[in-house]
């Protein structure tokens, strides 16, 4: 648990079932988070089912640790009631925080639990102060930022907002920034938006003209910067491993707990013991420190895998906390029941003593009923009994006295809630519009005026008579913000009117400039209060994702499908394409183990964008699509093969292209 040492940031640990749970409990974290078999981002982990979940909260609160449960997945519009009764049911156990990545989901929770803290997930794409605030103002306290971040950007989020920051220190971490990857769902249909992600980033792929594994990372640990963490001003420092074992989960918290306990940065002989824990050829810290490179890649290996076997196993088990009752049974007064762990207390009243009118309750009669702790996490301490002489009491009524105080010592007195949510019956945006993405700008054909809106990314952004948008580039650090300002003034100077926000970093920067704001599938909008959040933060429209079915579509009040194109799988901060054709050509294919290349291309900040390998074509199937607005993404595509394309919808042809359909 928390020492005393109040300038330590809170340790915080994974719990994929009850036995990992225990150990890290046992192993010193502050807080512990897990799921339950709803709603979660790692549906695959053992989990928890909601009996579970309570007493899992329970045992947390009697050893003074804080319990926070994952509720980081895109919420689709019907499972909005489930989703409020499943948080009435964790708010009444006494949950202390839920970790929300689905914007509709926290102006929901901030609706009906507005005492109930929500912690916005790393899944909510969190990458520079704006995004901070803007998370704070939809109602939560703490925000997971993007584990792409380096030291001074993290140092300078802390600085500028008083919302808490919690970052990842260690474990697995996905190349692509976190809320923007749709490779798992593009290539077998399982979304990592909705927990079911297959990891095709631990695959090989083809790149250049070499075979590897140019997509999975190794772990990050960044146990060799404790005083520079430390000093950043964080809340709270993060371990992943949901998926992970309960000997992995105690090994790390207890290093990391005497790394921070001791205030040093980890030695040889500690990144040794942690990484025959579990490590993918060894550690990286490359996000933290700059240092973006190709050693940060690496897979679980053979002689990985040795070592975690080589390490063994052992079983944690927590010795119960004791707690000392004082009950007070005087005649003509409320049967009373105090407990305390020694660091709280709670009191709780039963029904007025009666005097006996034969047989008379027995000192050791109360203390048999009182001192039954066997389905509670504590154990006896001391129990007094004050009680006047010829006195009766029900045991049930000293039975429930004793659950309720204990109930109390555990979870934060809340009211019994009652949720009338009656969903809106929205209407659907009648305005019909269409717009595309194009890559560069000699990609624009001399039809693009079949769009009302032609958007360019905003680095690329030249004076063009065809543009009338820009798009913002996916990610934006804090120190990156003067480049894309400057584009943004002299776009807005050109008369161009759109701006295609990629996250909620971006709003408040773009709407300041006066443009009108297009929100782009990033912001994962699966549901109508999450287009309501939106709407009401100044977007004028959006462009829903791509795994969205058109039955799914029809149920939301606004938003665009995308009509044609490969759509973007992955955004990764780490260029692959430096390290294989170099930086001149900025664009190159990965292909896959069956042959099909994806389309990879530098963005802004040395980023990358790779596409899915088959583009969305709906040319010949308008009429399902003829009710919404569409929208267009042109990536690799040459200005002649645009052309083209438009004038196949123009025509509503089909092709003998491979293609994918807009699910139906």
Known sequence: MRTENSTLPELLAPAGDKDALISAIASGADAVYFGTDLFNARIRANNFNLDEAREAIMLCHAHGVKAFVTLNIAIYDKEIPRVLEYVKSLYESGVDALIVADLGVMRLVKRYFPDLEIHASTQASAHNLDGVNMLASLGCKRVVVARELDKNSI???????????????????????SGQCLMSYAMGGRSGNRGECA????????????????????????AGHIHEIIDTGVASLKIEGRMKSSDYVGGTVSAWRRLLDEKRNATKGDFEYLEGLFSRQGFTDGYFTSKINESMLGIRSEENKAQTKAQGTAKMELER????????????????????????????????????????????????????????????????????????????????????????????????????????????????????????????????????IVYIYADRYEKNEKINGIC???????????EIEAKMTQAREDGVKYALVSNIGQIERARAHGFTLVADFRFNAFNGESIDALLELGVDDMILSPELSLPQVRDLPAGSVIAYGAFPVMTTHKCIIKESVGCEKCKTYLTDRT??????????????????????????????????????????????????????????????????????
Not at 599 to 628: L, T, W
């Open 472 to 482: 913002l580039p996916p990610v934006i650090l804090d120190y990156e913000w003067d």
């Open 321 to 452: 906390p004791k707690i000392n009752l004082y009950a007070r049974l005087i005649l003509g007064e409320r049967a009373s029941l105090r407990v305390t762990d020694g660091k709280r207390e709670a009191i709780a009243y039963a029904d007025v003593v009666e005097e006996a009118i034969s047989s008379p309750m027995s000192r050791e009669d109360i203390a048999k009923s009182l001192s039954k702790l066997g389905a509670t996490p504590y154990a006896l301490g001391t129990l007094e009994i004050e009680k006047s002489d010829n006195i009766i009491v029900r045991v049930s009524s000293l039975n429930a006295l004793r659950r309720e105080a204990i109930s109390a010592l555990l979870s934060p007195k809340r009211e019994k809630k009652t949720i009338e949510h009656v969903a809106k019956m929205r209407k659907r945006n009648s305005r019909k519009i269409r717009s595309a993405l194009f890559s560069r700008l000699d990609q624009i054909p001399q039809n693009s005026d079949y769009f009302d």
């Open 155 to 177: 140092s300078h989020i802390c600085s500028g907002t008083d919302t808490e920051i919690e970052i990842f220190v260690h474990g697995a971490h996905c190349m692509s920034v």
């Open 595 to 664: 042959g099909a290349p994806l389309f990879c291309e530098g963005i802004f900040g040395h980023r990358n964008i790779i596409y899915n390998s088959v583009p969305i074509y709906m040319a010949d199937k308008q009429e399902d699509i003829s009710s919404y607005s569409w929208h267009f993404i042109f990536s690799d595509e040459k200005r002649d093969e645009c052309y083209e394309i438009i004038e196949a919808y123009k025509n509503k042809s089909s092709t003998s292209k491979r293609i994918r359909r807009i699910k139906s």
């Open 199 to 222: 990891q095709p980033c631990r695959l090989p792929y083809t790149l250049g003209k070499r075979s590897f594994y140019p997509l999975s990372l190794k772990d990050m640990s960044l």
